[in-house]
């Protein structure tokens, strides 16, 4: 069965304080691992994707890593802003279909001044 | 540029009536999807239209359930005879194609008393 499995369930970090949010998926033949950050009351805002394997983007704070089980979002030197939930989700599903996204249950960042 | 739009952003009914939920996509994005997220649980996919192709339905939960698309742009997902359990966030994306990042819209809280 596809799953998508997020750790922590919930991280308190003080500002400046660098860590990891780990997503481990068990999708086979991945096509693409998003990650999204989502605010409260709002919808899941797009961040990365990652195809292969040894790829790494990187976005102000952020930097997304990706291995053939597992993607890091590495978060240097937080801020409050960044205080959020962050989704990882990957397309499952056979067929070559690559729209029909599994999320994992998320990680809460808390960023405390 | 305007995102997705959901109306309306919060919506409390009666066991057993009837809902219309609409979703506004991206202009010139010819995917569109629909999910529930409830609360503790991840995001679940509901279903999926691209252009004039038959539509994916795979993850509507129940017969209860149906979602169309006019002209390619605007849709609306309806619930009958609705049940405590549908209560949730339904949240609509869209996307260039099917193999594009999904952009999301703030999503629709349906409360079911």
């Known amino acids: 069965e596809d799953q998508v499995t997020q750790s922590p369930e919930a991280l308190r970090l003080q500002e400046g304080e660098s860590s990891s949010l780990n997503c481990s998926y068990t999708?086979?033949?991945?096509?693409?691992l998003f990650w999204y950050r989502q605010d409260p009351g709002k919808g899941p805002e797009f961040l990365f994707t990652l195809y292969s394997a040894g790829e790494e983007k990187e976005k102000e704070r952020l930097k997304a890593t990706l291995t053939k089980k597992e993607s890091f979002l590495h978060i240097t030197a937080p801020k409050p802003e960044d205080s959020a939930t962050y989704l990882c989700?990957?397309?499952f599903g056979g067929g070559g279909s690559n729209y029909k996204l599994t999320f994992g249950k998320g990680t809460l960042l808390t960023v405390n001044p | 540029g305007a995102g997705v739009s959901q109306s309306p952003s919060n919506k409390v009914t009666e066991k057993g009536k009837d809902v219309e939920l609409r979703c506004d996509p991206i202009s010139g994005h010819t995917a569109l999807y629909w999910y529930r997220q409830s609360l503790g649980q991840g995001l679940e996919f509901l279903i999926y239209?691209?252009?004039?192709?038959?539509?994916?339905k795979s993850g509507l939960p129940s017969d209860r359930f149906s979602a169309e698309r006019t002209g390619g742009s605007v849709s609306t997902l309806t619930i009958q005879r609705t049940q405590q359990e549908d209560s949730a966030v339904y949240l609509c994306?869209?996307?260039?194609?099917?193999?594009?990042?999904?952009?999301f819209g703030d999503g629709t809280r349906l409360s079911i008393l």
């Open positions: 994306a869209s996307s260039f194609t099917g193999a594009q990042p999904q952009h």
């Open positions: 999708v086979s033949g991945l096509r693409g």
């Open positions: 989700a990957a397309p």
């Open positions: 239209f691209q252009g004039n192709s038959a539509p994916d």
